[in-house]
């Protein structure tokens, strides 16, 4: 039973396949580590075809990325998430580019890194791509769907390749409901 008045209607689920990474940050941010999740679920390692079945039944549920959600708005109904912390806002989080983006909508958004090692890193055309990078993705990001980061944590990144400062920031699996920005923040 979900709340005491629900519809007394069979739930289908949806959501990404076990190879996905959407998969494993919801089912650790969700049930903390993808070894807890559920099998009795439609899986896809297509979004789309997650769309369509949660589109097609009323008494449906799912999980994918949020410009899926945008692109289909007029078949599908946003379940605002309520973390439990009020400093994000008192009761369920809508996903917006907004809301993803000040890190209000937690512990389910999450950051696309990427990452380099420092043999790799210290090759001129390397350091040359990480820079069109970083000064272009925000727009590329907004292209393809994706929320792009706030501008500072852009220039955050810029000033940590210039250092030389590499490798992960999340190192003691704390990436889930974790605000990028607070990372980025700490001593390098």
Do not use: W
Not at 12 to 40: I, M, Q, W
Not at 41 to 61: C, H, K, P, R
């Amino acid at each position: 039973q979900v709340r005491k008045g629900f519809p007394d209607k069979e739930i289908k689920l949806f959501g990404p396949g076990t190879d996905s990474g959407t998969f494993d940050y919801f089912c650790e941010a969700v049930n903390g580590g993808k070894e807890n999740h559920r099998g009795d679920y439609t899986s896809s390692e297509n979004d789309n075809q997650l769309v369509q079945g949660v589109a097609s039944d009323e008494g449906s549920i799912g999980y994918f990325g949020l410009a899926y959600y945008e692109a289909n708005q007029d078949k599908l109904k946003l379940v605002p998430i309520d973390d439990a912390n009020n400093a994000n806002g008192a009761g369920g989080i809508i996903p917006t580019v907004e809301t993803v983006q000040n890190g209000t909508y937690a512990p389910l958004s999450r950051a696309l890194l990427i990452y380099v090692n420092d043999a790799v890193y210290q090759k001129t055309e390397i350091k040359e791509f990480l820079n069109y990078y970083i000064k272009n993705v925000p727009t590329l990001a907004e292209e393809v769907g994706y929320v792009p980061l706030p501008d500072a944590i852009y220039s955050m990144v810029a000033q940590r390749m210039q250092n030389g400062v590499l490798g992960s920031l999340y190192t003691n699996g704390e990436e889930v409901g974790t605000k990028l920005e607070d990372l980025m923040k700490q001593p390098q």
